[in-house]
């Protein structure tokens, strides 16, 4: 039993890779300079939205302004997603998200309100609320850092 279930964690790792290796070439979609970031929303092994950072519909496809100041009104890749899979016919209820960078506060708020219970990402952020306030949740948070040899 022990190995199996050592057999299913390593199968679930080598998944959650994958995952986040999709979240990253995803983010490859932003405008944004500064930072792309890129997130899909999984349920029952098959992915149910995605999303990354820009600003919304209709706008420029310019997220900084000319100080390289990121402008208030551009989209985290989490609430892209969260407000796509909203618009459709699916739900987010005990999904996992994959995010490339560690959430923030306001996008760990609608991940908590969109029902994911499970939040995998790769890259940390200078501030852990987003993350703290998703484990005060219950949400199962987990880092799994991706190097150069995980991405290509």
């Given amino acids: 039993m022990d190995s199996a279930r050592k057999s299913s964690e390593k199968k679930q790792f080598e998944l959650d890779k994958r995952y986040l290796r999709m979240a990253m070439i995803w983010a490859e979609n932003s405008y944004c300079e500064r930072l792309k970031v890129g997130a899909l929303v999984i349920k029952d092994n098959m992915i149910i939205s995605d999303g990354y950072n820009g600003t919304p519909s209709g706008f420029e496809n310019i997220c900084e302004d000319e100080n390289n100041v990121t402008k208030p009104y551009v989209l985290h890749a989490e609430a892209n997603a969260i407000t796509k899979v909203a618009a459709s016919s699916n739900n987010s209820t005990g999904a996992t998200i994959y995010v490339t960078n560690a959430p923030c506060i306001e996008c760990s ?26 484990r005060r949740a219950g949400i199962t948070v987990e880092h799994i850092p991706l190097d150069d040899a995980d991405i290509k």
Avoid at 114 to 126: H, L, T
């Fill in 109 to 134: 708020k609608l991940i908590i309100q969109a029902g994911i219970k499970r939040v995998v990402y790769s890259k940390e952020y200078r501030l852990t609320d987003g993350c703290d306030l998703l």
